[in-house]
């Protein structure tokens, strides 16, 4: 069974840092792409950053480029997201999410994790 | 960025009936395009790729159709379980952009 696992959210100040992890289970992680997306609360779903199964190659959304960084470690099953200089704007529940398959591009997604909840606030 | 506009934004349905949401893309998007669907407090959970192919384990009551830039979702026979909030995205390109929703309400 799919199984991912975020955490690492919590409440931070503005201007401050938190790097959320994504536990993956029940698949060969190194064989796919991994993507972030986001949900404000009470808003639509906001795709944020992308990074293919050996982590050559990697996506961010114009409204974290420079601010977010997206990585894995294979040996470990585990994705992560270093969010820094967070706003305001960056309070979301944020979401690990796998692909379908192991291509980067013109891939879907399918397992979802629960999410873990970033609220920045001073 | 490609933009996904879904309509009707909210729809009122009762048990039984059958419903459609529409998905438009800014622009050619071929057949990269799912749908999800979002109940309150949950994770989105994944129901159809490439336009019409079912993800696994979700009932054939869900269909999907179109290519290039409208496409829409149908479910059939409406239950309670099913109203929720349903999501579009295109992934012909990054970011894989969402439509702002259907909220499909009783």
């Known amino acids: 069974e799919v199984q991912l696992v975020e955490s690492g959210g919590g409440l931070v100040q503005p201007g401050g840092s938190l790097r959320l992890s994504c536990s993956a289970s029940g698949f060969t992680f190194s064989n796919y792409a991994m993507h972030w997306v986001r949900q404000a609360p009470g808003k639509g779903l906001e795709y944020v950053s992308a990074i293919s199964s050996n982590g050559g190659s990697t996506y961010y959304a114009d409204s974290v480029k420079g601010r977010f960084t997206i990585s894995r470690d294979n040996s470990k099953n585990t994705l992560y997201l270093q969010m820094s200089s967070l706003r305001a704007e960056d309070t979301a529940v944020y979401y690990c999410?796998?692909?379908?398959?192991?291509?980067?591009?013109?891939?879907?997604?399918?397992?979802w994790g629960q999410g873990t909840l970033v609220t920045v606030s001073s | 960025d490609i933009q996904m506009t879904q309509s009707p934004s909210s729809l009122s349905a009762s048990v039984g009936d059958r419903v459609t949401i529409t998905c438009r893309a800014s622009q050619g998007i071929s057949n990269y395009l799912a749908w999800f669907q979002q109940k309150p407090g949950k994770a989105p959970k994944s129901l159809i790729f490439a336009a019409s192919s079912l993800q696994s384990g979700v009932p054939s009551k869900f269909s999907g159709s179109g290519s290039g830039t409208d496409f829409t979702l149908i479910i059939s026979s409406l239950q309670p379980e099913d109203f929720a909030t349903y999501y579009c995205q295109q992934y012909n390109s990054y970011p894989g952009t969402f439509g702002q929703g259907t909220k499909l309400e009783i």
């Open positions: 999410v796998k692909s379908l398959s192991g291509n980067y591009y013109y891939v879907p997604v399918d397992y």
